[in-house]
């Protein structure tokens, strides 16, 4: 029995093997497993290949993880598009249409796998359901045979979605898929591939979510009031799922005009007293930075989502990358420092985004959340938000006596000084792009200009010893260590649970919190190491050299980064471990 | 609105002009339109009657859009070009809040222009004033985009070679509600004009003809423009007629009329109430917060 199983699958646009990933995802959260299901497709917009790769376990899920399980290839061209993204290895269970009429032994792969299966897929849909299109039906009834996966769970999900298409499609869906269990019963595996059955638990309590929804859920719980936002791959779910809630919630979305009438328009929101955000991926960061360093010269909270994809420019919008860091940190002109945070993963991106709000509001500032098109659109089963753990922070807001003579700028040893609204009686005040003197009125006096900078960059210091933004694990003692942010934090976790497993002494940093520095904790976590590796996926490796910006690193402080879209796996991770523990 | 110290209510107080001055000292040149174009805000704020605090004074970046700062209003003097999406994000916030936008003619239709006729089509309850003086005044007298053909500016040596926008025309062909010009020279006729603008349910334009003293045309001035003024009502322009008033809007730059090019006698619904009636709509399918995700069945 396996505790874990990747399956990868790829065909054309018409073969419906998106669709079965989706069945089988949907099937396995309802049976109580964890699982992460990540979609590929070509850069057509309709059509054409596509692909999913499928991880599931007994355990709470990672990352979508590296070489495949099991590889269902419907047609060889369209699979081996994909490449990197669809690893076969040695071991990997090749399962491939007859009708491509390629020998077992002769299929195109580099790596000759153990078990090479080929199966008459479409024949055996025609027979069963009189539609070749029944294929996916007969690929589910396989993997349900073959790897124990959630048959019955299947079955509803295939009820479920014929309903409507008459009793003849559904029945002929139904043998489709009993044609692929038959087959399975009747060519066994020597070895027993089956998934154990999931943890025993309150299975019906699990999510099955992607991060763009739960961004968007998680704005709503913080408190979020207004949304203002523009389409864009691969954000636009963020605006999308807020489009359907907020106004629920007593709030409103605006699809704007272009991405800075969306940002404007949210710090609009924010002067007006409500918590706003905007969401974007890349270009869209890049013309909204005006607007951004308005919201931190005029202190107003903002929470700007930014989905990586690979850039520059449109680059490649449904491939993720990590490499807008440097934009997200200092892509505003004059001297300014914006918090940074950062999911990990689909689970923590409810709880990252309303922390995302809490540090916009107590510090009057804006915050860029980094998600990345692979946390933002890969389908994830997570249990349930605990939100009873979760907090939430307003603005500091002027009390009766504040009001007497208010003064919105006031310099004091937060530097947080409250924050009135228009509707708020003497609270009136000019809100500006413009350098202001306490009370707001313009000024071009450099002293003034010096204390206002020391206020706007001050007050976020208490940011930094936020140990509560950090994930450390493993030995504190170790002389290797890995240090890893975002959708990449999840495979650098796993390698390091491996290398452990493996008698290797490491731990591992990950910070939630990327921007700005926290200069102590990074120096905590250096302390014993003689070798630290910053594992991310960008070309330059950003966080590393962001790092070393404020902070003296151990001697080999090296960054294994790799372009978007090239996957980073958690074996190759611990074998640049292994390389290093026996140097 | 419920949830804070905003009160939408009409208050049954009397302000008067000088309730809506701030202590700030103009930045202005002497002599500048700008001056009067100030003066008719407040008095036509006294005559609305809502108090200082319940109203949000927008502009993006110029001369111009230093205005709010002199009013006792909530000011926002933002970004070049963008006062008219976050003034569009204040009323989504706070639909009972008055909002006024103000910018100059290179804010508005040079940098900001693709933010008008969404604006427009939006249709916030929303007044728009650009304080139209042909020039860059702030960055000292380069070309804009309603300067005349062959205006010499010190980034036009040879004459500009590229025809104006015309504000009225642009304004009137998305669709405005309610569109009108004024000058500082008639002060009378401008704060009417102004009060009409907010008064008016929906998106409202109000181009005024302020002169720039220091860069403008000298021959072009606050008294100059006083005696070339036309009034719309002077000639029985009417109106409600759309047409006619593209028309008359069409003489942009060479005739200078005054008054309301257009009123749309009846006024659709505005974005704001829109919004109002879905939040209400859709209030019963709110969730409790902690269960806002769950695994559909």
């Known amino acids: 029995m396996l505790n874990d199983l990747i399956i990868g699958m790829a065909g054309s646009g018409g073969d419906g093997i998106v669709s079965a990933g989706e069945s089988l995802i949907n099937a396995s959260a309802k049976e109580g497993y964890f699982a992460i299901l990540t979609k590929s497709f070509g850069s057509q917009i309709r059509g054409g290949e596509s692909s999913c790769r499928l991880r599931v376990s007994t355990l709470p899920v990672l990352n979508p993880g590296g070489t495949l399980d099991v590889a269902v290839v419907l047609n060889w061209e369209d699979f081996l598009r994909f490449g990197g993204e669809l690893p076969v290895g040695p071991e990997t269970i090749v399962i491939y249409e007859a009708k491509t009429k390629v020998a077992p032994d002769a299929v195109p792969l580099k790596v000759k796998p153990a078990t090479i299966l080929c199966v008459p897929l479409e024949e055996m849909a025609i027979k069963a359901a009189g539609t070749e299109l029944a294929k996916n039906n007969v690929v589910l009834g396989l993997l349900a045979g073959w790897f124990g996966l959630a048959q019955k769970a299947i079955i509803e999900g295939i009820h479920k979605k014929f309903a409507k298409k008459g009793a003849d499609v559904l029945a002929g869906n139904d043998r489709a898929f009993a044609a692929g269990l038959e087959y399975a019963a009747q060519n066994p595996f020597a070895q027993d591939k089956r998934l154990s059955p999931p943890a025993p638990g309150k299975h019906a309590s699990k999510v099955l979510t992607d991060g763009n929804e739960m961004i968007g859920a998680g704005a709503i719980f913080a408190g979020c009031k207004f949304f203002g936002g523009y389409p864009i791959t691969p954000a636009s779910e963020i605006m999308q799922y807020l489009q359907k809630e907020l106004y629920k919630y007593g709030g409103s979305v605006l699809q704007a005009e272009d991405e800075i009438a969306g940002v404007a328009a949210a710090v609009g929101a924010s002067f007006a007293g409500k918590k706003a955000m905007t969401a974007t991926s890349g270009p869209g960061l890049s013309l909204k930075t005006e607007v951004l360093g308005l919201s931190s010269l005029a202190e107003l909270p903002l929470v700007c989502v930014n989905v990586q994809r690979g850039g520059p420019s449109t680059g490649m919008p449904t491939k993720p990358e990590q490499a807008d860091l440097f934009a997200a940190a200092f892509s505003s002109h004059g001297d300014t420092v914006r918090p940074i945070l950062a999911p990990i993963g689909v689970a923590d991106c409810f709880e990252v985004t309303v922390e995302a709000f809490n540090i916009a509001e107590q510090y009057q500032t804006p915050v860029i959340v980094l998600s990345d098109q692979e946390i933002a659109q890969r389908k994830e089963i997570v249990d349930p938000v605990d939100t009873s753990k979760l907090k939430l922070v307003d603005r500091l807001r002027p009390n009766a006596q504040e009001l007497e003579n208010y003064t919105r700028f006031k310099l004091n040893d937060t530097g947080i000084s409250p924050l009135s609204h228009p509707g708020m009686k003497g609270g009136a005040y000019l809100a500006a792009g413009i350098e202001h003197n306490e009370k707001g009125s313009p000024t071009a006096s450099g002293e003034m200009h010096a204390r206002m900078n020391d206020k706007r960059l001050n007050k976020l210091n208490p940011l930094k010893k936020r140990q509560d933004l950090f994930i450390i694990e493993g030995d504190a003692d170790a002389t290797i260590g890995l240090i890893a942010w975002g959708s990449i934090a999840g495979v650098a976790l796993e390698a390091v649970r491996i290398a452990r497993a493996a008698g290797i002494k490491i731990k591992v940093l990950v910070p939630k919190l990327v921007y700005p520095v926290a200069e102590d904790i990074y120096r905590d976590f250096f302390a014993s190491l003689q070798h630290c590796i910053v594992v991310e996926q960008s070309h330059q490796g950003q966080l590393h050299k962001i790092i070393r910006m404020w902070v003296d690193t151990p001697k080999n402080f090296t960054a294994f980064a790799k372009s978007g879209a090239n996957p980073i796996t958690p074996e190759e991770v611990v074998q640049k471990i292994r390389a290093l523990a026996t140097a | ?297």
């Not at chain 2, 859009?65 to 006792?72: D, E, N």
């Open chain 2, 1 to 297: 609105m419920s949830d804070d110290a905003t009160c939408s209510c009409p208050t049954p107080d009397t302000y008067a002009a000088k309730d809506f001055r701030s202590t700030l000292k103009p930045i202005w040149c002497p002599g500048c339109g700008d001056f009067g174009v100030v003066s008719a805000v407040y008095r036509a704020l006294a005559n609305i009657g809502r108090p200082p605090h319940e109203i949000a004074f927008i502009s993006g970046i110029g001369c111009s859009s230093r205005i709010p700062g002199y009013t006792t209003a909530y000011g926002f003097n933002t970004v070049h070009g963008r006062a008219l999406p976050i003034a569009q994000g204040i009323k989504m916030a706070s639909p009972d809040l008055l909002v006024l936008a103000a910018g100059g003619d290179g804010d508005g239709f040079s940098i900001g222009g693709g933010h008008v006729p969404h604006a427009i089509r939006r249709n916030l309850d929303i007044t728009y004033l650009v304080m139209d003086n042909q020039i860059y005044g702030l960055t000292k007298g380069q070309l804009s985009p309603t300067s005349a053909r062959g205006t010499k500016t010190p980034s036009s040596l040879y004459g500009s070679i590229e025809d104006p926008v015309n504000p009225l025309l642009y304004v009137l062909a998305y669709g405005a509600g309610f569109v009108a010009q004024g000058i500082p020279g008639d002060m009378d006729g401008l704060a009417k004009l102004i009060e009409e603008a907010i008064r008016y349910p929906g998106f409202a334009f109000v181009n005024i003809q302020s002169p720039c003293i220091t860069f403008g045309d000298p021959e072009n001035q606050v008294k100059a423009q006083k005696a070339k003024m036309k009034k719309l009502t002077d000639l029985g322009h009417d109106s409600t007629n759309r047409l006619r008033a593209m028309d008359l809007a069409s003489a942009y730059g060479t005739e200078l009329y005054t008054g309301v090019f257009y009123r749309n006698p009846n006024p659709p619904e505005t974005y704001d109430a829109r919004i109002k009636q879905m939040q209400h709509d859709l209030a019963p399918q709110a969730k409790p917060l902690d269960q806002l995700l769950t695994l559909a069945t």
